[in-house]
């Protein structure tokens, strides 16, 4: 490949990068308008159902084969699960926080798949990245308290979805090495449905009110669609922005995620987070941005290890 073309990938990288930091809070904004009419379950299987429409065109058109080994349904269950656990207690916590506080406590999933990562699968992180992961703690608890003193425990389910969303993480590492991303979000959408779509149908007429699935009425319809149309095209864009331009680039971009959703969250429901948990958000990004940049630096230096010529 030449370097022209070579820049020409990562510059087209970087600006699906963008394009999904522009889209995925669009997804939220959709999901806390829908909310207050709609029960949270009914949502999260809109997200899904949607997503599963609209990813079978491009199966078909990409000529995709929807086969998958009999060893990997139980991964991609567990994945499908693990994202639906993780979208269902977001909506739950956005139904009545803003949405930059809610998306900051999210952030701390990077830092969950960095220790998860040091003492359970036993790689190679370092002290300072460490210390990097528990300053980003201490930043959550900055957003954490102001919610919880405004809304009670409902501040703590975005732990919840950060928890679930670092596990959906490193099993979408084993996963994506197996099969087409555009198959693996299919597959995702689908399972999720059919997980979902038999609680709604038993929930119905139970008076829960979080999955006893109602009728849709006007303007909802389009919250809906919403959002499963931003889920399917944010994630679309972030999975071919990630086959285009190296993570190490693309990483720090994400961040990006929490003004917009910020600048989003004040424009249409006139949220903006308060003294302490804009405190919180930055320290939250500060540690993310170290951590990543001292990846680099390993990546750098374990490359210069391997070059060196033998003594």
């Keep these: 490949m030449s370097p022209i073309s ?6 087209t990288g970087v600006t699906l990068m963008l394009g999904f930091c522009l889209t995925a809070p669009l997804l939220d904004v959709a ?3 829908a909310a207050s009419s709609v029960p949270i379950g009914q ?12 990813m079978a065109p491009f199966i078909w058109i990409m000529g995709l084969s929807l086969q998958v080994a009999r060893g990997q349904w139980l991964a991609l269950a567990l994945r499908a699960l693990l994202l639906l656990f993780a979208t269902f207690c977001f909506i739950a916590a956005i139904r009545v926080m803003p949405l930059a506080d809610a998306l900051a406590i999210v952030f701390v999933a990077p830092f969950i798949v960095l220790l998860v990562g040091k003492f359970y699968l036993g790689e190679d992180v370092g002290p300072r990245r ?5 300053v980003g703690f201490v930043g959550v608890l900055f957003v954490i308290q102001p919610s ?21 993480i490193l099993m979408t590492r084993g996963l994506s090495r197996q ?5 693996l979000q299919f597959h995702t959408g689908l399972i999720a449905s059919l997980f979902c779509t038999p609680i709604l149908i038993l929930a119905h007429g139970s008076g829960s009110e979080l999955f006893d699935p109602v009728w849709p009425t006007g303007i909802t319809w389009l919250w809906l669609l919403g959002v ?23 990483a720090p971009l994400q961040y990006f995620e929490l003004p917009v959703a910020t600048f989003f969250g004040y424009l249409v429901f006139n949220d903006f987070p308060n003294t302490l948990s804009l405190i919180g958000i930055m320290i939250i990004i500060s540690a993310g941005l170290y951590m990543i940049y001292r990846e680099k630096v390993t990546a750098k230096q374990l490359v210069t290890e391997r070059a060196a010529p033998p003594i």
């Design 43 to 54: 949502i999260t299987a809109a997200r899904f159902i949607v997503q599963c429409a609209l």
């Design 130 to 134: 460490v210390g990097a992961a528990l």
């Design 31 to 33: 999901a806390k308008l």
């Design 6 to 11: 070579s820049s020409d990938s990562v510059l």
């Design 179 to 183: 099969m087409h991303p555009v198959t």
């Design 228 to 250: 499963g149309f931003f889920a399917t095209v944010s994630h679309m864009m972030i999975t071919y922005a990630l086959s285009l331009a190296p993570s190490a680039t693309l």
């Design 148 to 168: 919880f003193t405004a809304f009670g425990a409902v501040a703590f389910i975005p732990l919840c979805t950060a928890v679930a969303f670092a596990l959906y």
